[in-house]
């Protein structure tokens, strides 16, 4: 007969899809909507396996819900502002412009390619000034409620291509273009105010049960919520007073030394004039050349030196030294400690290395600790002792006492820290979105009145690489006139992280041809929140955290009310192959476009489906891929074989009341595959064995063929046609086809998915073990309601039992186990 040509097939499909608009969606208030959505990609250029692997998993779902009868959305668009396109523009000569479009055009093409049922109306593309237009005009909603503000802050400089650095130009402490070593240079620029919002954030976690709980703890550990007290210590012949911040007021009377960050304010105080300072500046210079990261990692040793002053104990009126050391840093809490040796693992290894004093004042109930033997820092709960008006107190008793007392006695006050910090958007880059922000001499920062947006990115830029921001360069765009009084100003030149483009695309998407406003009310309400995001693990944190940070922000602003963005998150696994990450640098990338050429493109979504659980990572294996077109080439076959009958039948003819054994079977088959694969696709999202189940449909189906006397063609058209159907979301373009050649003439996607009938998947025999003098010797397949004679008549006549019962040997007993056993007694 015909092969099955997927070639052509395919692309038959696809243009058919795109002319009848198969996947535009409008708003329908009478149906349930469903929004599958995909992080959308970075038009780096082509497709790789990762891509294909996220977009097949979306095309399941969106696929599979449409079935179901629910509307639904599923847009595709561009991630498309960043630096590969500046590189490209400084290493070949190509202005990010043509090479971001032309880019987005080719993997466009090769999106289609695997047949994804995108609504390509809705595209959006956050180079594209109808993108940004908006949002400018969300920075400028950040403005005016004052969670957009400028600051100085450190940046990369490069003093060789005298230009700033992102993090990741940066490598091993030097520039990546140039190799000179990097500065930190301090400049003005804007902040989000994201830890506003970092409460809200953690909270609303709650509202996040289908998200995977590594995602929520990641979040958790990022924003960094430690609950405390700021605690005031004299120092000792100063009129000042060291703040520090600890999560643990109830150990004050075993701090034993106090340590300082070398960037304090008062290590120059304490030590200038005095025979310490020296050692102290020394110390201090070398630390400022080390980042946080590398003072503090685990392998760093701590390291540290007294500046000769004293702070006093709040609570015993104790001296106790002050130390500079590297564990402790200026960017969180107050930039200082006090050090409780006993009750915390860096102290105590400090205070172990330069001698200094240890003091227990928690052990646990029925132990007594002392600080000369203590081999490690005890940090659980337990009950306090050596401390005064605390003693006998559990600690967190002990933490409320002494937190209240002390702010009754201004000796502190409770806070609340968060390792959160504000999110630091300005970027000196050319290929990004403006900050529709003017500087004017008389009126200061004056941001753009929104009727003026887009403030549109310039074309005519050089981009060297060198120098400050490309922007900065572009005198038609620098100036211009202030808003308010009308005078020569100046536009802002930074433009903004890529992570604000991706922060509300989401809701672009509902709305995404509107000119008037970022989006309708109505639109984002009835399509949001998006009820399956699929993505990459890698950005659990930044992406998932800001655009969650904007949902809120813009659920504030009154126009749109979901306050979550995403329902249920699915992070997928990577492609290995040989057990690394397909990546070019270790040479191990299988092409995409070679597999749909040789293969097609269900052959590649189906191995990707059913290699692995979406959720896990998948070894590529080229003997996957044949087999996954092999299955596909099964099923072609049976399907063709049975065609001319099928397109007669009439389901509503199949008779299922007087099945034979073999018939039943097939029918069973069918509806247990019916229930496997719906409970798959709509709770477990296990894809691998949603395909299983089918390959059994189709196993069954052969094993009928191949053993039925007399063929019952309605009942082979319902396996077939069911088959397709369950196959079709995995494998789109074979299954049309076929569904076509059975002469249906509305597109397989837009049927009904089955259901199945509970009464179908009853086993209508069960199976009896058989056993002689206690041991296992046969199996019977009995009806369920068999009467026990009727049992012990049929056991007693199979050939098995007969070998037993040879003359010399005589059955004294049955005993029979209802719907389990028969053992025969025989001597
Ligand atoms: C005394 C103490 C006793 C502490 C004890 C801990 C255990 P989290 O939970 O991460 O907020 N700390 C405060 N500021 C610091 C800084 N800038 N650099 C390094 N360490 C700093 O941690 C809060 C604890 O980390 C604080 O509580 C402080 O040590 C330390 F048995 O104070 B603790
Ligand atoms: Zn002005």
Redesign the pocket.
Known sequence: GDSYDFTNIEEKWQQYWEEEQLFETELDPDKPKHYTLEMFPYPSGNLHMGHVRVYSIGDVIARFKRMQGYNVLHPMGWDSFGLPAENAAIERDIHPNSWTWDNIANMKKQLKSLGLSYDWNREVATCHPDYYKWTQWLFLQLYKEDLAYKQESAVNWCPGCETVLANEQVVNGGCERCDTEVEEKNLAQWFFKITEYADELLEDHELLDDWPDRVKTMQQNWI?R?E?VEIKFPIDGLDEELE?????PD?VY??TYMVL?PEHPLVEELTSGTEQEEEVMDFVSEMKEKDDEER?SQESEKRGVFTGGYAVNPMTEERIPILVAN??????????????PA??Q??FDFAKKYDLDIRVVVQPEDEEMSGDTLEE?Y?DDGVIVNSGMLNGLDTDEAFDKIADYMEENNIGNKEI?Y?LRDWLVSRQRYWGTPIPIIYCDECGAVPVPEEELPVELPTDVEITGHGQSPLAQVDEFVNTTCPECGKAAQRETDTMDTFVDSSWYFLRYTDSGNEEEIFDSKKANYWMNVDQYVGGIEHAILHLLYARFFMKFISDLGIADAKEPFERLLAQGMVLKDGAKMSKSKGNVVDPLEIIDNYGADTARLFMLFAAPPQKDLEWDDEGVKGASRFLDRVWRVTAEYTDQIKEIDLDNLQIDNLDKSEKELYRSVHLAIKDVTEDLDNRKQFNTAISSIMELINSLYQYRDQAAEENIELIALAVKTAILLLSPFAPHITEELWSKLGQSESVHCQEWPEYKEEALKKDEITIVVQINGNVRDRVEVAPNIEEEELKELVLAQDKVQDYLTEDKELVKTIVVPKKLVNLVIQ
């Open positions: 960094g430690s405390g520090v911040f600890t999560t643990r150990t075993g701090a960050a503090t564990y402790v840093l200026m960017s969180y809490g107050t930039g200082a400690i006090m050090a409780v009750h915390d860096r102290d820092a940090t820290n390792r």
